[in-house]
């Protein structure tokens, strides 16, 4: 049988107990760090973020752990929202995508986000209420957050009869002039035009 003994003081077990609380802080913003970067490379790329290359103008940061941050996003899509509308919950996207949901990845998708890496995490919902939508109504941009970053988003209508999700750099204008566009070229090769 072997006996050990050691004297120790009240200063000595304070200071090895501060260093243990040290260390153990120190792992911890260690680990967290890291998640993060982890994720910012995995979700923060500003051309996923933005759609296409053809789409986005400039690089947009897809960071989102603030207020300013998140509108600042929206106004690089072209939105301008009501700050104090900031309406936050959280959600856990779905393990298994029904139909609709199948539908709202795919849209995710066309704007450079991938919901499928995502299924059954728990995300941030995050809402704001539009002030530049040319049609009156009841329309909110919507965010999903996950670990600090945007992952999908989309401008939709809430009213339940002929509303609509479309993606955030989906906007009214850009649609009718696509239409009208598309109008001159068919009357310009198809038809003569009655001058």
Request: glycine residues 8%.
């Amino acid at each position: 049988m072997f006996i050990f003994t050691a004297k120790l003081n009240k200063k000595k077990i304070i200071l090895g107990a501060a260093a243990v609380v040290a260390l153990v802080l120190t792992a911890g913003v260690a680990v967290r760090l890291a998640g993060d970067v982890a994720a910012m490379g995995a979700w923060g790329s500003s051309a996923d973020a933005a759609g296409s290359g053809e789409e986005a103008e400039e690089a947009v940061s897809t960071l989102a752990l603030t207020n300013n941050e998140r509108i600042a996003y929206l106004e690089a899509c072209g939105w301008e929202v009501d700050e104090n509308s900031c309406v936050i919950q959280e959600v856990i996207i779905p393990s298994d995508f029904d139909e609709t949901y199948q539908n709202y990845a795919e849209l995710q998708a066309k704007q450079g986000f991938d919901l499928e890496k995502l299924k059954g995490k728990r995300v941030k919902q995050i809402t704001y209420t539009v002030t530049n939508y040319p049609e009156e109504g009841d329309i909110i941009a919507e965010l999903l957050v996950y670990r600090g970053n945007i992952v999908a988003g989309d401008i939709c209508s809430m009213k339940t009869d002929g509303g609509f999700t479309r993606g955030l750099m989906d906007h009214p204008e850009q649609a009718e002039a696509d239409t009208d566009d598309a109008a001159d070229s068919t009357n310009d090769d198809g038809e003569e035009s009655n001058k």
